[in-house]
């Protein structure tokens, strides 16, 4: 059995140590989050980028200005809205066998369905205007 003096004693030091422990448990926990906030954060930024590095390039103004003339030669039908979007499309797909048959549908719309003629033009133009080499 302890003494009241070991009591009061014991007191004291728990009383100093309790807080103490207290402190070092917390900045652990600290730690342990903000390492997977940053570990996360890391994970977000290789997503990103992988997606970036992914995503067919765009045109510029002028590029697309320029596009936007010539594909009106080919037909000005194919002139509407998606055309930008097509174009960037086409690039990610420059490389398949399907090329001009993707090409196709992308530019075809109720107003004009794409020949097999305009959408191998379509594909040259966009391999002459370049954007798809960035």
């Known amino acids: 059995m302890l003494t009241p003096e070991e009591t009061a004693r014991r007191r004291r030091i728990n009383k100093i140590l309790l807080p103490i422990v207290g402190l070092v448990v917390l900045a652990i926990v600290v730690a342990i989050v ?5 570990e996360k954060r890391t994970e977000d930024e290789r997503v990103e980028e992988a997606m970036a590095s992914a995503a067919p390039p765009d045109m510029t103004d002028e590029e697309f ?14 002139v509407d809205n998606g055309i930008r979007a097509h174009a960037r499309d086409t690039c990610s797909s420059l490389d398949s066998d399907q090329l001009v048959d993707n090409t196709i ?17 379509i594909v040259d133009l966009i391999n002459d205007i370049g954007f798809c080499d960035r």
């Open 34 to 38: 903000l390492i997977n906030v940053s």
């Open 65 to 78: 200005a320029d596009f936007h003339e010539r594909l009106g030669k080919i037909h000005p039908d194919l």
């Open 105 to 121: 549908v992308r530019f075809s719309s109720a107003d004009h369905d794409v020949t097999e003629d305009e959408a191998q033009q």
